[in-house]
């Protein structure tokens, strides 16, 4: 049967009670499996029910997030929220037993030791008695969600969605981006009140959690939901540490080189995406011309990416365009039984529509060929080395950059896109750091958080400077990112990422092709192999490494300087 186009497709709502039936029938199969083909029979036919319950759960949060004002789409999102735990209970059961299986070492391997490590992780992560918080927790998310994406901000005589405004960030007028930041900064100051009882309810509900399992605070169990296998916060503060070192100096370096660019005294907040006095490079076309010359960039890429992307194109699997009530950023899901990803994104005119539009393909060719074969969960690596595929894809399409930009802009665009990133590293850092203080510290008042926040700028972001914007001043810069409030502990994993794709871009500057094998490779490997396992593969030194990061920062500093 043809795969449908993405627009019509369905698949039923699970009911929970044959869903607990299913699981019921494979509790018994795994207890009385006679041998290990038993055993592995039973692993295989719950990896198909994972399938069809997993397809359901990522099709709800896509149509919620297509539509946030949609009351269908509301009503399903808040269905899932509610039963996703006693999901979660059933799956976790399943995977204890299968830990606890005398024929465990035959299943690792058959299916590679990475599947059951993941499981430990997972395992210890949920109990029946926190079934209530998850689904409060997940409330709170969705609830960030809808209120972000309501969002209406006047400006210049036009109401505008908060990605909507994102493109007036880099006007090349300075009073016309700074009345756009004014404007986020005003809403985001006017909502602060819900956005603090947001966010302080999560972290009540996260640290219950946290101890209910057992752990001393949401920081351990934050690491195990995370899936971290072979490091912890002790290596993560350490890459911190680092970045104080080695990528602060050179930021603030930049930041003057960019004001003198763009003939100002001080960068100022609303400067910051702004490094040409006449403005940005924009692509030089709307969201149809840019997928077409995607088609020609990665028809003379190759490596598989020219009929993946045909294939996306055709059956409707990208959402790129910004509207009203849809959900602001970006991501990249993979339906499993459909066998293929979907791409969301909200396009605004900006570079920023080439930069998220490649990174989110690197995700998805990279699930589309993890997919193919081996258990579901295997597909995705962990999300630190997921980034290495997106980010990684950014660098590789640096050649084709004129067919966005044209000849004249397209080394520009390298640059700012290099500088981007660079300056990123500290803001990155500064995202995870401040969850660590938060967590530690999970008593601490609203105003006790902007405190912790303002706090770590004047350590790893000193060029950041907001005048007047109320939000910024007041310390609530952090409450504009969304993975603080829905995927606590996430963003770190850029910034190891990071270090991967400039390397990518390394070995891409000396044989493209070459860098193209490597990422393909890297991309098949899906999650079989743990963070460090993966990198090895592909050659790649860890982030943790001793001298990583300050060995890509001093190509980086002599391509830019």
């Given at each position: 049967m043809a795969t449908p186009h993405f627009a019509e497709y369905t698949v039923e709502t699970p009911v929970l009670a044959d869903i607990q039936h299913r699981y019921s029938i494979l509790f018994r199969r795994i207890d009385q499996a006679p041998d290990f083909e038993s055993c592995l029979s039973a692993l295989e036919d719950w990896d198909q029910l994972f399938k069809e319950v997993?397809?359901?759960?990522?099709?709800?949060?896509?149509?919620?997030?297509?539509?946030?004002?949609?009351?269908?789409?509301?009503?399903?999102?808040?269905?899932?929220?509610?039963?996703?735990?006693?999901?979660?209970?059933?799956?976790?059961?399943?995977?204890?037993?299968?830990?606890?299986?005398?024929?465990?070492?035959?299943?690792?391997?058959?299916?590679?030791?990475?599947?059951?490590?993941?499981?430990?992780?997972?395992?210890?992560?949920?109990?029946?008695?926190?079934?209530?918080?998850?689904?409060?927790e997940s409330k709170l998310d969705s609830e960030y969600?809808?209120?972000?994406?309501?969002?209406?901000?006047?400006?210049?005589?036009?109401?505008?969605?908060?990605?909507?405004?994102?493109?007036?960030?880099?006007?090349?007028?300075?009073?016309?981006?700074?009345?756009?930041?004014?404007?986020?900064?005003?809403?985001?100051?006017?909502?602060?009140?819900?956005?603090?009882?947001?966010?302080?309810?999560?972290?009540?509900?996260?640290d219950g959690m946290a101890r209910t399992l057992g752990y001393e605070n949401f920081v351990e169990l934050g690491y195990q939901r995370m899936s971290r296998i072979g490091y912890g916060p002790v290596e993560v503060r350490a890459f911190r540490e680092e970045v104080l070192r080695e990528v602060v100096p050179l930021c603030q370096h930049l930041a003057g080189l960019q004001a003198k660019k763009i003939g100002v005294d001080r960068l100022m907040h609303w400067d910051a995406e702004i490094h040409l006095s006449g403005g940005n490079p924009r692509p030089l076309g709307d969201h149809d011309w840019m997928i077409e010359r995607a088609r020609e960039m990665f028809a003379e890429m190759g490596h598989g990416l020219d009929g993946f992307f045909e294939e996306l194109t055709s059956r409707g699997l990208m959402d790129l365009k910004s509207r009203k009530g849809k959900g602001g950023g970006g991501f990249c899901e993979y339906l499993p039984l459909l066998a293929y990803p979907f791409i969301f994104a909200n396009f605004n005119g900006t570079r920023s529509d080439v930069d998220v539009f490649t990174h989110e393909m690197g995700h998805a060719f990279q699930v589309w060929l993890g997919g193919k074969r081996g258990m579901s969960e295997l597909a995705w690596p962990t999300t630190e080395a997921c980034e290495i595929h997106s980010m990684g894809l950014e660098y590789l399409t640096w050649p084709w950059m004129d067919l966005f930009y044209g000849e004249q802009l397209a080394e520009t665009l390298r640059k700012i896109h290099l500088t981007s990133s660079i300056m990123f590293l500290p803001y990155g850092v500064s995202i995870d750091l401040f969850q660590h203080m938060v967590y530690e510290n999970p008593k601490a008042s609203p105003q006790e958080r902007n405190a912790m926040w303002q706090e770590i700028e004047q350590t790893f972001l000193p060029w950041y400077d907001y005048g007047d914007l109320p939000a910024e001043k007041d310390g609530r810069l952090w409450q504009?990112?969304?993975?603080?409030?829905?995927?606590?502990?996430?963003?770190?994993?850029?910034?190891?990422?990071?270090?991967?794709?400039?390397?990518?871009?390394?070995?891409?500057?000396?044989?493209?092709?070459?860098?193209?094998?490597?990422?393909?490779?890297l991309c098949e490997k899906g999650g079989r192999l743990p963070f460090s396992g993966l990198l090895k593969s592909a050659n790649l030194k860890s982030p943790f490494a001793e001298g990583c990061l300050k060995a890509v920062i001093a190509d980086a500093r002599a391509y830019l300087l």
């Open positions: 997993n397809e359901w759960n990522l099709l709800v949060q896509v149509r919620f997030y297509q539509d946030t004002e949609n009351p269908k789409f509301k009503d399903d999102q808040d269905y899932l929220d509610d039963i996703w735990p006693k999901y979660t209970d059933l799956e976790t059961q399943i995977k204890r037993k299968f830990l606890e299986s005398p024929f465990l070492a035959d299943l690792e391997k058959a299916k590679g030791p990475q599947l059951f490590a993941l499981w430990q992780k997972k395992v210890s992560t949920f109990d029946p008695q926190i079934e209530t918080d998850l689904a409060r969600t809808a209120l972000t994406a309501k969002a209406q901000i006047s400006l210049n005589g036009k109401d505008l969605t908060l990605s909507e405004l994102g493109a007036y960030f880099e006007d090349p007028n300075r009073e016309t981006r700074k009345l756009a930041c004014l404007g986020k900064s005003r809403w985001f100051y006017d909502n602060g009140a819900e956005l603090d009882r947001i966010y302080d309810n999560q972290v009540k509900v996260r504009m990112k969304q993975h603080i409030f829905g995927a606590p502990f996430y963003y770190i994993d850029y910034t190891l990422a990071l270090t991967g794709a400039l390397q990518l871009w390394q070995k891409s500057r000396t044989n493209h092709s070459t860098a193209m094998e490597t990422y393909t490779n």
